[in-house]
């Protein structure tokens, strides 16, 4: 059974850090593109950012370019998401997802286009 388990999450300050992690367990994803999501309440889950599977093609929404940084760690199936000078806007619940049905470029940021997900783990952002 594949999992994906998020953690790392919490409450800071504005213009603080936080660095969340996916651990995944049940198969390796070392040749699977792997992202992260967020959703905040009353809104749609949205894309924040994939990489590839060698790390050599790395995407990102255009409000976390400059704070956010995508990483990942094949050897320990792992992918992890630095978030630097976070917003009050940056406050949701962040998703680990892995395996898009599809490796194109629209498909690594399209919600609906991955196979597995983490259950979440909550950030919040205070102004």
């Known amino acids: 059974q594949v999992q994906l388990v998020e953690s790392g999450g919490g409450l800071v300050q504005a213009g603080g850090s936080l660095r969340l992690s996916c651990a995944a367990s049940g198969r390796t994803f070392f040749d699977s593109p792997m992202g992260w999501f967020r959703q905040a309440p009353g809104k749609e889950r949205e894309f924040v950012a994939a990489i590839r599977w060698g790390g050599s093609r790395i995407y990102y929404t255009s409000s976390v370019k400059g704070r956010f940084t995508i990483s990942r760690d094949n050897a320990k199936n792992t992918v992890s998401l630095q978030m630097n000078n976070l917003k009050p806007e940056d406050t949701a619940v962040y998703y680990c997802?892995?395996?898009?049905?599809?490796?194109?470029?629209?498909?690594?940021?399209?919600?609906?286009?991955?196979?597995?997900w983490g259950q979440g783990t909550q950030v919040t952002v205070s102004s």
């Open positions: 997802a892995a395996d898009p049905y599809s490796g194109s470029d629209s498909s690594l940021v399209d919600k609906n286009q991955y196979r597995y």
